[in-house]
C-alpha cells in the first residue's frame, strides 16, 4: 500500500468519524435542551450568584457549542466528492444537518434558548425531528445488516437499503447523494443568510439603541 493510499484511507477515516460523532453531539444537544426543566431545578439548589449566572450560561452554551459543530460538519460533508467516499444516509443526514441549523438560528438570534420563549419549543421541536432523522438513516442505512447476515439471511430490504440510500453505493447510491446535494446545498444556504441577516439587524439594533 503507497502513500496515497494511505493518505486516502486516512481521510475516509477521519470524514467518516465526524460524521458518525456529529450524530452523537445532535443528540447531546437536543437532550440538554430537554432537560431545561431539570436544569432548572437544579439550579435553585445554588446559593452563590456567581455559582448561578455560571450555571445558566454554561447550560446554554454547551448546548449551541454542540448544535454548531453538528451544522459545520453536517455542512463540511455536503458535497459530492466527499459524499462519493464515505457512506452517508442520504438523505437523512443532511436533512438532519438542515433541521439543526434552523433549531440554531432560532436559538441564538430570536431567544430560543430561552424556556419562556415560544421559540424555545420550536427548536426543540426541530431538534428532535433532526435526532429521529438522522438515527433511522444512522441505524437502518450507514449501519445496515452486514454482508456476512445476508449471504445467510437474504432479504431484498436490506439490499434495497445498502445499494440506493448510501451516498457511496454505485450507481443509485451516487446518483441520490447529488440529489440530495442539490437540494439540500441550497437550503442550507438560505439557513445561514436567514441567521445572517438576523444578525445584522440585531447589531444595527443593539447600535442604535
Known amino acids: 500500500m503507497g502513500a496515497h493510499e494511505i493518505a486516502k484511507g486516512l481521510e475516509v477515516w477521519t470524514l467518516q468519524t465526524l460524521v458518525n460523532v456529529s450524530i452523537l453531539l445532535g443528540f447531546f444537544a437536543m437532550g ?18 456567581v455559582s448561578i449566572e455560571l450555571w445558566d450560561v454554561a447550560v446554554t452554551l454547551l ?3 454542540f448544535l454548531v459543530m453538528v451544522v459545520l460538519i453536517g455542512f463540511l460533508v455536503l458535497n459530492p ?28 438570534f430570536y431567544g430560543g434558548h430561552d424556556l ?11 431538534m428532535l425531528v433532526a435526532v429521529v432523522v438522522q438515527t433511522i438513516g444512522f441505524s437502518l442505512v450507514m449501519e445496515a445488516a452486514s454482508g456476512e447476515y445476508l449471504a445467510s439471511h437474504p432479504s431484498p430490504f436490506w439490499d434495497f437499503i445498502k445499494t440506493h440510500l448510501r451516498s457511496n453505493a454505485d450507481p443509485h447510491g451516487l446518483e441520490l447523494a447529488q440529489g440530495t446535494f442539490n ?24 447600535r442604535s439603541s
Open 32 to 49: 440538554l435542551a430537554l432537560a431545561q426543566a431539570y436544569f432548572a431545578s437544579l439550579r435553585r439548589k445554588l446559593t452563590l450568584r
Open 183 to 206: 437540494v439540500m446545498f441550497p437550503v442550507m444556504l438560505i439557513i445561514f443568510g436567514w441567521g445572517f441577516s438576523r444578525a445584522i439587524k440585531q447589531i444595527n439594533a443593539r
Open 116 to 126: 419562556g420563549s415560544p421559540h424555545f419549543k420550536t427548536s426543540l421541536g426541530l
Open 81 to 108: 466528492d466527499i459524499m462519493a467516499d464515505i457512506k452517508i444516509a442520504v438523505p437523512f443526514i443532511p436533512v438532519g444537518t438542515a433541521l439543526f441549523a434552523a433549531a440554531l438560528v432560532l436559538r441564538l
Open 63 to 65: 448546548t449551541d457549542i
